[in-house]
């Protein structure tokens, strides 16, 4: 049975990526910066769910995602603290997360 996202509440953030296909430059885009900042998601507590067509074996499709392609960061509260249609977001991603109060008490302990 699907889990909802929200039982990782207070555990992660959550980056949800929700694409069409394999080939979506989304999708590509994404990939290729969690190759090269895994070092930095890592120590954001940072987990990435994909929404192929909307879909996930393991978890609900939330409902902010209603057959939209985007970008969403939710912080630990389940709250979304920011949104892209496209992979701009990947571009201010750590900034926003290093913005949270939380995040900010986690940065004395950085690994990256």
């Known amino acids: 049975m699907a889990k909802k996202i929200s039982e990782l509440n207070w555990q992660k953030r959550l980056l949800i990526v929700s694409y069409e296909?394999?080939?979506?430059?989304?999708?590509?885009?994404?990939k290729k910066f969690i190759i090269s900042n895994n070092c930095k998601i890592n120590d954001?507590?940072?987990?990435?769910?994909?929404?192929?067509?909307?879909l996930n074996e393991k978890f609900?499709?939330?409902?902010?995602?209603e057959s939209k392609k985007g970008i969403w960061l939710?912080?630990?509260?389940?709250g979304i603290k920011d949104f892209s249609s496209d992979d701009k977001i990947l571009l201010r991603l750590f900034e926003v997360i290093d913005s949270m109060p939380m995040r900010k008490q986690e940065m004395i302990n950085d690994k990256c």
Do not use: S, V
């Not at 954001?44 to 909307?54: H, Q, S, W």
């Not at 939710?74 to 389940?78: L, T």
């Open 21 to 30: 296909n394999k080939e979506d430059e989304l999708l590509i885009q994404t």
């Open 44 to 54: 954001r507590k940072l987990d990435i769910i994909y929404f192929e067509k909307f």
């Open 60 to 65: 609900e499709t939330p409902k902010f995602i």
């Open 74 to 78: 939710i912080g630990y509260d389940g």
